[in-house]
């Protein structure tokens, strides 16, 4: 009587030979792997990308002002700094002043290499799903970027991909960073779409 790993298949399958059993097995294994793989639909990777776009680790650096926001609760930044005209401040508040390139947790002061305000193009606080996404998609308002230049800018980019860092006292954005790289893989291989 055939065995496969001790098992019998025979008893369970009448008629069906093992090479058939095995193929069939073979076929569904791999099926069930691929369907595991397959990336989230377009929306629902657009969602988990809003979503990290619009947590306060992202907004607090993205105001559509000159000021930043800081922490959870996204309040105006105090000591009272402005963007400045290269986004790291005023002559007389940069943000490397306070800013390292780390966390300084004895502190409460959030760090990451070259720390600074979005341009002002690139402001998002406040905007719906759609114009965020058409935002973020217009090279005129994300630095030039392309599609696959914003997937690399949000996935590896260090001040990014501080915000699953933040230190102590500040919530990380509510995706991970591996769900937000296959998320912006799904949404750039769909050509982008945005919702109304």
């Known amino acids: 009587m055939p065995k496969s790993s001790g098992l019998r298949f025979d008893c369970c399958l009448p008629g069906v030979g093992l090479g058939r059993l095995s193929l069939a097995l073979l076929l569904t294994l791999a099926w069930t792997a691929a369907s595991a793989q397959q990336p989230p639909a377009s929306s629902d990777a657009w969602g988990s990308i809003a979503a990290v776009l619009t947590s306060p680790r992202c907004l607090n650096c993205h105001p559509r002002g000159d000021h930043p926001t800081q922490g959870d609760a996204m309040r105006r930044h105090r000591p009272d700094v402005q963007r400045g005209p290269d986004g790291t401040g005023v002559a007389a508040m940069r943000c490397s002043t306070c800013h390292q ?14 720390w600074h305000v979005a341009p002002a193009s690139m402001g998002w606080a406040g905007l719906p799903p759609g114009e965020l996404c058409r935002a973020i998609k217009d090279p005129s308002r994300n630095g030039g970027r392309t599609l696959d230049d914003l997937v690399r800018h949000m996935t590896g980019d260090a001040l990014v991909r501080w915000a699953w860092t933040p230190g102590k006292d500040r919530t990380p954005p509510p995706v991970s960073i591996a769900d937000l790289a296959a998320a912006l893989d799904a949404w750039v291989k769909a050509g982008g779409p945005c919702p109304n």
């Open 101 to 114: 390139e780390r966390n300084q947790d004895i502190a409460g002061v959030p760090g990451a290499q070259h």
